[in-house]
């Protein structure tokens, strides 16, 4: 087919670089394999009944533009080969979403109609493959709402909102709330009738999104306003193509909130300064229809190639044309009108016309060279009718010097066909089979489920209630005090790795370094009280070569996720102990003075613990360095907080 259609003179402009090219020759790769081409008949325009100027526009005309109805007759078409699993035969398989590339001149009405029909077919779909965002009806409405929530008082933006699908009050509502009103229409519509419930709905979805406006960023936002269910709403109004940019207003939010900061306002200023063109890449597969221009195919290939965009005229040069002087230099020429292009200027236009229409046949040539398989020419005239040197004429003229055959498409309607090879036998059944429809479940559309609470492990260490008080900052010996816990804590964690004998030692060595600035009697007293806790032979097991410092543990109480680090460890034959160190704070006289917080805290390490040693009781002690003084916790005490804290 390639080779005949540029056999025209016509065709042939632009693509052969020197006289003595007179023809253009393929040698088919896979010479045939089954593959054919087929020539749909246009769509034509239908007929506009003509009506006087002056008669009102009260009937209703049902006109559907012929881009629209060929882009819903392509739609059937990958419906029926999808439903009855058409047969791929040069591949041995049935036809699958990302065998099929539908391929344009140009992005226009069709492009976003076919996108639009595949998604109401229930096709998948890459969607377009270039949008200019800001232009897209779904994110005016949002960021329209982003614009109110900043400046309430701004009524044209709050009238564009109320009539959105966010809000979706029609015109006699509107009117009701904004004629002969005191103030502005955000109190209007505040002290409107609230018996109706469309107008309640609307002032508590617009007072909800005032006040979580000043505490969340972008994304959240308008993540949010979506999940209410809105984004349903949209959708039914505007069609599935608005599913697109919705996703790519999402996806910028969270790119902006990582360079910048999460301001609102920031984010509807950036988005629409910048104009944001969201290009998708179409080179990988992902299981879905291509639709996508000739000069972004370049490069790429598809088993089934759709041409609908054929019966349009080259795109018109610019009235502005580049001319050389006479002294050899750049002269820009403008003639204004036809009528003034003379001499030079129509010299210049005749060669901006010829580049045009070379350029014009390349396409045409990618074009035809993108199908693997199967290639479907169809198109769609305008009003105008289809020029002589388009590229349906061009390829009608090519079938003409083929042997083809009469076929039929899913309309049952008459085609042309060129074929080789073995084709499957799916084209006798043009029945349709209807798509399986199920209703979606009801998690699609309902908010996800809140966060646990807590969202991360509750640590026991980290207090979620108020801590007991440390000592008075004020008091002489403070700053001793806060050292001696922390040093006090050090060494009863790398003292018992020690060798007894050598305790006392390393503990004066330890103390005695230049940046605390201690004195000798301070030294020994602090070295002292630590391994006379050490050398306490009702803790001993606590301190042996068997015990561990600071050990991670993490685990359920209930239904609550737990993680915490014990002070200190030790599992022996009989028990299991426990202690955490508690610095700088003043110790209480018995363990019923314990504050709730420690008594929380070592029942959850107690609890973590049983379940790793269940055969053997748990000890728990707090060492208060304070002091020092070692308290052993009571079982009754831990036993009423955790049941407490799987109460709850």
């Known amino acids: 087919l390639v080779d005949t259609v540029f056999e025209s003179k016509t065709a042939r402009n632009g693509m052969i670089f020197s006289d003595q090219e007179r023809e253009i020759r393929h040698q088919a790769h896979r010479a045939g394999v089954a593959g054919l081409v087929e020539l749909w008949p246009p769509e034509l325009p239908e007929a506009v009944e003509k009506s006087e100027g002056w008669e009102p526009p009260i009937k209703r005309l049902d006109i559907t533009d012929p881009d629209v109805r060929l882009a819903r007759k392509i739609a059937r078409q990958i419906t029926h080969w999808l439903n009855a699993r058409e047969e791929l035969t040069s591949r041995g398989r049935a036809i699958q979403p990302d065998d099929i590339m539908i391929l344009v001149r140009r992005r226009n009405d069709f492009f976003a109609a076919m996108v639009r029909e595949l998604k109401r077919h229930n096709v998948p779909v890459a969607g377009v493959d270039r949008m200019i965002l800001t232009e897209q009806l779904a994110v005016m409405d949002l960021l329209a709402l982003g614009k109110f929530v900043l400046m309430p008082e701004d009524d044209l933006t709050l009238a564009t909102v109320l009539k959105s699908p966010l809000v979706g009050l029609n015109e006699d509502q509107l009117f009701d709330l904004a004629y002969e009103r005191d103030g502005p229409l955000w109190q209007s519509l505040k002290a409107s009738n609230r018996d109706n419930p469309q107008i309640a709905e609307a002032r508590r979805f617009l007072t909800a999104c005032l006040d979580r406006a000043d505490y969340v960023p972008p994304f959240e936002f308008f993540s949010w306003v979506l999940d209410s269910g809105r984004r349903r709403a ?317 050990v991670p543990v993490t685990g359920l109480i209930g239904k609550e996720a737990v993680s915490g680090q014990i002070d200190r460890l030790a599992v022996t034959d009989n028990a299991v102990l426990i202690v955490d160190y508690k610095t700088n704070r003043p110790p209480p006289q018995r363990a019923e003075g314990v504050p709730i917080l420690y008594r929380k805290q070592m029942a959850a390490y107690r609890a973590l613990i049983e379940q790793v040693y269940p055969d053997r009781p748990i000890r728990c002690a707090l060492l208060w360095t304070d002091g020092p003084v070692l308290m052993e916790l009571p079982q009754e005490m831990l036993d009423e907080q955790i049941a407490l804290l799987t109460a709850a």
């Not at 505007?238 to 599913?243: E, F, H, K, R, T």
């Open 234 to 550: 949209m959708l039914a109004r505007l069609g599935p193509d608005a599913l697109d940019p919705m996703d790519e207003l999402l996806a910028l939010a969270m790119d902006f909130e990582r360079t910048h900061a999460p301001s609102l306002q920031g984010f509807i200023h950036w988005i629409e300064a910048a104009e944001t063109e969201v290009k998708r890449e179409m080179e990988q597969s992902r299981g879905e229809v291509r639709v996508m221009t000739v000069h972004g195919a370049k490069g790429l290939q598809a088993p089934i190639v759709f041409l609908p965009d054929t019966c349009g005229a080259p795109t018109q040069p610019p009235n502005v044309y580049w001319a050389d002087a006479p002294d050899g230099s750049p002269t820009m020429l403008w003639p204004v009108s036809s009528a003034n292009r003379v001499g030079a200027a129509a010299d210049a236009h005749d060669k901006s016309v010829a580049l045009r229409d070379q350029e014009y046949n390349r396409q045409l040539y990618v074009a035809l060279t993108r199908a693997a398989d199967r290639l479907y020419i169809c198109g769609y005239e305008p009003q105008r009718g289809r020029p002589d040197h388009c590229w349906y004429n061009l390829i009608e003229a090519a079938f003409e010097r083929l042997e083809v055959v009469e076929a039929y498409d899913v309309d049952n309607v008459p085609v042309l066909r060129y074929a080789t090879g073995t084709l499957s036998d799916g084209d006798e059944d043009t029945t349709v089979v209807p798509a399986v429809h199920t209703d979606p479940p009801d998690w699609l559309y309902a908010p996800a489920p809140t966060e646990p609470s807590p969202s991360r492990p509750l640590a026991p260490s980290r207090p979620v209630l108020p801590e007991m008080p440390v000592r008075s900052p004020l008091a002489a010996d403070n700053r001793d005090r806060f050292l001696r816990g922390n040093l006090v804590h050090r060494l009863l964690q790398f003292l018992p790795d020690i060798p007894p004998p050598q305790r006392a030692a390393a503990a004066e060595t330890y103390l005695a370094q230049a940046s605390f600035a201690l004195e000798d009697t301070t030294r020994q007293e602090w070295a002292g009280e630590v391994l006379e806790i050490l050398d306490d032979p009702d803790f001993n097991a606590l301190f042996s070569d068997e015990s561990a410092a600071e």
